[in-house]
């Protein structure tokens, strides 16, 4: 495998075991939603397609997230693809669960949602490689004068390099070498580009 992770970390181990169990751990070269350029793709829609996998894998981050900043009032997340595990998430954690989509450009709080001044918020994604989606829903939800105690995801694919701000409390922490497409390694380069990043998708 072409990244490594700690044998000792037994939440990255089984987080890693579900995503091989349904064929969402896959190799190759791809285009990640960050833009960067991958050998590894987590493909993470083929596991939160299954709700039994889901819920393991929320309760397990609901835990760790109340064990290092106590209790919250919300859980946000950005659209589309952390709607999932941020509703999961926060069925664990007791709380109602919100999402922020992006309108001009920048994620706002639509249909709806309303976040009290104060509150104290999750921000829950999926997958983190730079950061980037994380830091602008952190930006949504402090523009509304709430208040995010952390960040959390199933997966941190930088290795604990990305910095989103708040606390990054992950449930999983590989280190996954990502390229700009101009520093490709040749090995990489040799091969067909797929891209099933969500980011470039028309909002």
């Given at each position: 495998m072409t990244f490594q992770t700690p044998e000792t970390d037994s939440d990255t181990a089984r987080v890693l075991e579900e995503f091989r169990g349904c064929g969402a751990l896959r190799e190759g070269h791809f285009v990640l939603s960050s833009g960067l350029h991958s050998p590894v793709f987590l493909q993470k829609n083929l596991v939160f397609m299954h709700a039994d996998r889901t819920e393991r894998l929320c309760a397990a981050l609901a835990d760790k997230i109340t064990a290092a900043v106590g209790?919250?009032?919300?859980?946000?997340?950005?659209?589309?693809?952390?709607?999932?595990?941020?509703?999961?998430?926060?069925?664990?954690?007791?709380?109602?669960?919100?999402y922020v989509e992006r309108e001009g450009g920048a994620f706002k709080l639509r249909r709806g949602f309303h976040l009290p001044k104060g509150a104290r918020v999750a921000m829950v994604e999926d997958i983190v490689t730079t950061g980037l989606s994380s830091r602008e829903c952190i930006a949504a939800i402090e523009a509304v004068g709430a208040v995010v105690v952390c960040a959390a995801c199933i997966v941190d694919r930088s290795g604990g390099k990305a910095d989103v701000g708040p606390p990054l409390i992950a449930l999983a922490r590989l280190d996954v070498p990502a390229y700009p497409a101009d520093a490709l390694?040749?090995?990489?380069?040799?091969?067909?580009?797929?891209?099933?990043?969500?980011?470039?998708?028309?909002?």
């Open positions: 209790q919250v009032d919300y859980v946000v997340s950005p659209a589309v693809g952390a709607i999932i595990p941020g509703y999961e998430t926060a069925r664990h954690l007791k709380v109602p669960s919100l390694p040749p090995e990489l380069a040799k091969i067909p580009i797929e891209d099933p990043g969500s980011r470039r998708l028309g909002a």
